[in-house]
């Protein structure tokens, strides 16, 4: 139902490969991949770290407190992606440590929304060091990922990636606290709201659990997301589904409230979500290769910069 594909085998000329994510991102929009090449060790030295910025008091992390865009602590209580469905939910059972490139355009008004400078706290030094080390992986894989989209497409490989000169994208690393902690959800409440991401491709790496991820899958509803320790949990967003025609799905899901039969679980996972150039223009595939005929170019900043907005609280 969600495939798992192999890059290594991909590069190597696998010929299954492509129709195998082609058919994947048009029922779901996910698909696990493994052979990516991120060592293991690396990995877990961003998570022991993120634990560490996350057992910190509340008034140390406040110091790097911001809002959805910004770089550094996102509170609990400032993120509903429910919301971008255009259903008011209450906000996501989670906090989150959130990163961007480093990579100003000397634009002021570009960087001060897409570029700004990245917060690193005091307190807990490596994960700065250990965090630049993944966001250049997750950059690479996510690269492959697009060549791969379009290799499945049968365009071009650099179709997407010229597009991706100086793109901009986040990092984040989200904890969901355990019931011993929040206490029971709210209803309608999970520790992240049923949606769709905002742009290219979304390289989760992510611990399994009784409150964990879930899939919308094409006649089939809710589903558990299969796991695979040495893989990558992989969806695509609505930037990449819009350039497609609608041809492939946005990969709709959710994060499931923490549970009652696991009070005590803690998942950390890490998300890193890549887009494009912020002024790339994505023209949708005609059909018969896209879906439909109606849809019009779109500039990527301000398509994303909408999403964002929705699914801030306050």
Not at 187 to 214: K, N, S
């Amino acid at each position: 139902m969600i495939p798992t594909i192999d890059l290594a085998a991909w590069r190597a000329g696998d010929p299954a490969t492509g129709p195998t994510v082609d058919e994947a991102l048009q029922r779901a929009g996910f698909l696990l991949a493994a052979g990516h090449g991120v060592p293991d060790e690396l990995r877990a030295e961003v998570r022991a770290a993120a634990r560490r910025f996350f057992a910190l008091p509340t008034e140390v992390k406040q110091k790097y407190s911001v809002r959805i865009g910004g770089r550094g602590w996102l509170a609990p209580g400032v993120e509903a992606n429910g919301n971008v469905e255009g259903v008011e939910t209450p906000p996501d059972l989670k906090e989150s440590f959130a990163v961007g490139p480093e990579t100003p355009t000397g634009d002021p008004e570009v960087d001060a929304v897409w570029f700004p400078p990245n917060v690193w706290p005091d307190e807990v030094p490596e994960l700065r060091d250990a965090v630049r080390r993944y966001v250049a992986e997750m950059t690479r894989v996510s690269r492959e990922l697009l060549e791969l989209c379009a290799d499945a497409l049968g365009l071009p490989r650099d179709a997407l990636t010229r597009l991706a000169t100086n793109p901009t994208w986040t990092f984040n690393i989200n904890r969901y606290p355990p019931l011993t902690e929040v206490g029971p959800p709210e209803p309608g409440q999970f520790r992240i709201g049923a949606h769709t991401d905002f742009g290219t491709v979304t390289v989760l790496d992510r611990e399994p659990g009784a409150g964990g991820l879930q899939v919308d899958v094409d006649a089939s509803g809710w589903v558990d997301a299969p796991y695979d320790p040495a893989a990558f949990t992989i969806n695509i967003g609505d930037l990449l589904a819009h350039w497609t025609g609608l041809r492939w799905r946005s990969g709709r899901h959710r994060v499931l409230p923490p549970q009652e039969a696991a009070p005590d679980e803690e998942l950390i996972s890490l998300v890193f979500f890549f887009e494009l150039d912020h002024d790339a223009l994505v023209t949708p595939l005609a059909p018969p290769l896209g879906r439909r005929a109606d849809l019009e170019p779109v500039v990527s900043a301000p398509f994303l910069r909408e999403r964002l907005d929705a699914i801030s609280v306050g």
